[in-house]
């Protein structure tokens, strides 16, 4: 049974920081690439960061570049995203995904998995 449960949300003042944590279980997390996205009532639903199935290989959408940072913890099935020096227009609903297992891309079609959402409000 395919579980992902996000944690790490909350309210949070103007500059301060986060970390959200997406714990999955009930398929091979290391074949999987991961991505946090968020979504308000004033925004399309937005990629902030993508990683790769080793951790190596991350990218980020423009507003969060140079503030946050995913990574991910393959012995522990879970990938996070630290969010520093948070604005008010990081308010928002965050969600894990994930896709894979990597090894069948071009094969066969992927698996696709959400987390719940989390909400985070920056506000002072």
């Known amino acids: 049974q395919v579980q992902l449960v996000v944690s790490g949300g909350g309210q949070v003042q103007p500059g301060g920081s986060m970390r959200l944590s997406c714990a999955a279980s009930?398929?091979?997390?290391?074949?999987?690439?991961w991505s946090w996205y968020r979504q308000s009532p004033s925004m399309e639903l937005e990629l902030v960061a993508h990683?790769?199935?080793?951790?190596?290989?991350?990218n980020y959408a423009d507003p969060a570049k140079g503030r946050f940072t995913i990574s991910r913890d393959n012995a522990k099935n879970t990938v996070y995203l630290q969010m520093n020096s948070l604005k008010p227009e990081d308010t928002a609903v965050y969600s894990c995904?994930?896709?894979?297992?990597?090894?069948?891309?071009?094969?066969?079609?992927?698996?696709?998995?959400w987390g719940q959402g989390t909400q985070v409000t920056v506000s002072s």
């Open positions: 995904k994930t896709w894979g297992p990597i090894w069948q891309y071009g094969s066969a079609p992927l698996n696709t998995y």
């Open positions: 009930g398929f091979t997390f290391s074949d999987y690439v």
């Open positions: 990683i790769g199935t080793a951790g190596d290989a991350t």
